[in-house]
């Protein structure tokens, strides 16, 4: 019962992480575009570039796969980290806490590799969501969490300002965030995490494309990877 709790939740989390990723950044409004995520899987909707349904199978040719199988990934990461926070979980409350800040974490990735953008409007709607969940939770301690927001933000606000270009300022305030949800240790872990696989990244990047200018990826992703490993490595993290 649990674990199919669990199961059902992570459904209802693709419903709402695809929904948002297909509304929010093309300036739809959310609740009168409830049912794009069924849509979008059937492939009888596509988005013109203004944002606008196209319906009908005249426009089928229009609709990317990539959007198709964006839709399939999502439903099977946010079932996926459910499991993984019932595996890591004593209780089922802790469970779903860990899943709603890793499915809140999917979202913000999801819109980075589809539009290179990192929301203001996604990160402010998260602070009360991770709030009320470290609430719940118990865990990471209220200064805690406000500590490795501040570290988080400001470790990545440094490298920014030494790094011109290399890195947006949505990066450096999800990775205040990401400390608010982790906590002080936590942030550290995730952090590292972030900047390690990013940076693995970014090298075979350059390799793939022959050392050539001009390429881009998103890096919200590999943040979003390191707050997933430090937030289910355990509690220890937590903890000042």
Known sequence: MFLASILSFGLVAGWVVNLIADTIPNGLPVWQHWNLPVKRLTRSVALAPDGLELDGLDTLSKMSGR?????????????YLGCVAYLASETFMHAFVLSVQAWCFLTIAVIDIEHRLVLNRILLWMLPIIFLCNTIAGLPSFGSSVLGGVAGFALFLALAIAWPGGMGMGDVKLAGVIGLATGFSGVL???????????????????????????????????????WIALYSGSQFWYM
């Open 189 to 227: 872990i995730a952090l590292f995490v972030g900047i390690l696989s990013g940076g693995i990244a970014a090298i075979a990047i350059l390799i793939f494309t022959r050392m050539r200018g001009g390429a881009t990826m998103a890096y919200a992703p590999y943040l979003v990877f390191g707050a």
């Open 67 to 79: 959007i198709f199988w964006r839709h399939i990934a999502v439903w099977v990461l946010t079932i």
